[in-house]
């Protein structure tokens, strides 16, 4: 309907906007119009599309998935185990790399925030690093040593910046092309609201103490019309 976004429709029946994304094989945030149907699965999960020699029992040991093989086979109305390659299943509570993985809908380069390691990536279940809780990025989780200067991964203007109960920092910045960039747990903020920045310009830095890490981390986000992308896929 007019008006619909992906994060509203996934608010609106209390569901991720990963599972809206996976389950409807989404692949661009321009694939959408008035008018278009969408599956919505009565919780959160990912789509699966079966490979050859998949049985259920291989795919729960392959994903670690908490559900045994024939629960994940009555979930989908499955009476037996013969699979076939390209058959669909949802997988609940679970997610994974599958043919749903959201992709930009404009050709936008994008330089890595700093000279960091990864170590959570799009889509993955980790440890929050500020409350030990589970969570679910959608962007990637970064890691430096204190001190490691963060960058403005493209040109653009700050629109929000501040300081989380925890104390550390975040900056959020407007780019062309209806993009934003999110930067999270930052030791200090360099830029100020309205600022005008550059690609590669400093605008704060990895520090310790502003998460429960041993070694600091920077949570990092892309965004397209609201809509989170794996950040990876931009990086020169």
Do not use: C
């Not at 559900?67 to 989908?76: D, F, I, R, W, Y």
């Amino acid at each position: 309907q007019a008006g619909d976004t992906l994060n509203s429709i996934a608010d609106s029946f209390g569901l991720s906007l990963q599972t809206i994304v996976s389950v409807n094989q989404i692949t661009s945030a321009a694939s959408l119009w008035i008018g278009s149907t969408l599956q919505i699965p009565d919780r959160d999960g990912s789509l699966y599309i079966v490979k050859e020699g998949d049985t259920l029992l291989s795919i729960t040991q392959r994903y670690g998935l908490a559900m045994n093989a024939k629960t994940l086979g009555e979930v989908n109305g499955l009476r037996d185990d013969n699979l076939v390659a390209g058959q669909k299943i949802f997988i609940p509570y679970e997610t994974m790399e599958t043919s749903g993985t959201i992709t930009a809908s404009t050709d936008v380069s994008f330089d890595r925030p700093s000279e960091a390691t990864t170590v959570g990536i799009y889509n993955q279940k980790v440890v929050n690093p500020l409350n030990d809780n589970s969570m679910q990025l959608d962007g990637i989780l970064l890691q430096a040593e204190a001190g490691t200067p963060v960058y403005a991964s493209e040109a653009g203007t700050v629109i929000d910046k501040g300081f989380n109960e925890n104390g550390s920092g975040f900056v959020k910045i407007m780019h062309a092309n209806g993009y934003t960039t999110y930067y999270d747990y930052l030791a200090e903020i360099l830029v100020e609201t309205t600022d005008r920045v550059e690609k590669g310009q400093q605008i704060g830095s990895f520090g310790e103490g502003m998460t429960n890490t041993s070694v600091p981390v920077v949570f990092f986000q892309i965004k397209q019309d609201g809509i989170p992308f794996d950040p990876e896929s931009f990086f020169n």
